[in-house]
């Protein structure tokens, strides 16, 4: 019996009691991936991961500007943004925690603070949800 409760227990620590779900989508040359963490409906924070793709090296750097402003500018206390770039690509990073956000921000940035509208509204925007 020790054995079968030691064991339960490790499962639900390795698997994290099941309370993330990742969204994804790919469109044209622009990926999106939504990292969402839960306690029981409610939504605590949401990872954003958007990387764009770029043909030429011509474009590419002409975008630059485009990423640090986005970077900046929505970086606040409930907001940490950044981004990296490798080879071609351009990659925004944007942490959300969801739980201190007000109604305007979560409008803003299309987040819900329930877990199951929040799945819902990015499945109607085409991203599947695992």
């Known amino acids: 019996m020790k054995k079968i409760i030691i064991t339960m227990s490790l499962l639900l620590f390795l698997t994290g009691c099941g309370n993330k779900i990742t969204c994804k989508t790919t469109k044209d040359l622009i990926t999106e991936e939504y990292e969402i963490k839960y306690n029981n409906d409610k939504v605590t924070t949401v990872k954003l991961l958007k990387t764009y793709k770029f043909n030429?090296?011509?474009?590419?750097?002409?975008?630059?500007?485009?990423?640090?402003?986005?970077?900046?500018?929505?970086?606040?206390?409930?907001?940490?943004?950044?981004?990296?770039?490798?080879?071609?690509?351009?990659?925004?990073?944007?942490?959300?925690?969801?739980?201190?956000?007000?109604?305007?921000?979560?409008?803003?940035?299309?987040?819900?603070?329930?877990?199951?509208?929040?799945?819902?509204?990015?499945?109607?925007?085409?991203?599947?949800c695992k």
């Open 56 to 128: 030429t090296k011509a474009e590419f750097k002409n975008y630059e500007g485009i990423m640090r402003h986005t970077a900046v500018s929505n970086t606040t206390d409930n907001i940490k943004s950044s981004y990296k770039k490798k080879n071609k690509k351009y990659i925004l990073k944007q942490i959300f925690d969801v739980e201190k956000l007000s109604d305007e921000e979560l409008t803003k940035y299309g987040l819900e603070k329930n877990k199951e509208k929040l799945i819902d509204n990015l499945k109607n925007n085409g991203l599947k």
